[in-house]
């Protein structure tokens, strides 16, 4: 039996059981069906990094996920309900939730990523917001695009060698740079501005914002 959290924890200790009891079944069935590359994937790391933030109630790390994972995580829940609805994909990515041959329990485990958007914003209004998050992200995104570009770069994870597939439009070098600048700029500036707002907006009494 699970002992009390302390009286002053801001997140509940069901959730924080939960979210690890799903990872211990998902990540080795994740691995099995995709191999350990399919690791390096932003979500995928956000999955672990998740877990650890919940238990320490760290609201850097929650945070940090929070910048790289809300876009992206979005993205893929509109075009996976745009799939279901429409039987189109509007974005794209989430083909393989619709593919006989991958194990069906395994596909319905994808469905966390619809989880992941609120579970992150009501962490930020929870705990506050810490600014240190943006750097953190960029330094993750730089190094998994960086290591899925030269491991393994027929499985383009992360997009490293082009949006969907491999590109061959400009050389290597060049998409490379360009999306490493880009996605910071582009995207994570605009959500950690956002979620400083949010966060100020919201935060509750006793949960300064820095």
Not at 107 to 135: K, M, Q
Request: proline residues 7%.
């Amino acid at each position: 039996m699970p002992k009390a959290q302390p009286a002053n924890s801001l997140i509940p200790l069901w959730l924080k059981v939960a979210w690890t009891v799903w990872l211990v079944v998902w990540a080795p069935l994740y691995w099995h069906q995709y191999g350990a590359q399919n690791f390096l994937y932003f979500c995928d790391v956000g999955n672990l990094l998740i877990a650890i933030g919940l238990w320490t109630e760290s609201r850097l790390i929650l945070s940090w996920q929070a910048v790289g994972l809300l876009v992206f995580q979005t993205l893929y829940a509109v075009d996976l309900l745009g799939a279901v609805l429409s039987g189109h994909h509007i974005i794209g990515g989430t083909e393989y939730m619709f593919d006989p041959k991958i194990n069906l329990f395994v596909r319905l485990l994808g469905l966390y990523h619809l989880v992941v958007p609120p579970l992150l914003l009501w962490a930020v209004h929870r705990l506050g917001y810490d600014p240190e998050a943006l750097s953190w992200q960029t330094f993750t995104m730089w190094t998994l695009v960086l290591f899925s570009f030269f491991w393994r770069p027929q499985s383009n994870v992360n997009w490293a060698r082009g949006l969907g597939h491999e590109q061959h439009m400009v050389p290597h070098w060049l998409y490379l740079i360009t999306y490493l600048i880009v996605v910071p700029v582009a995207v994570y500036w605009p959500t950690h501005w956002l979620l400083m707002r949010w966060s100020g907006a919201r935060a509750g009494p006793g949960l300064p914002v820095e």
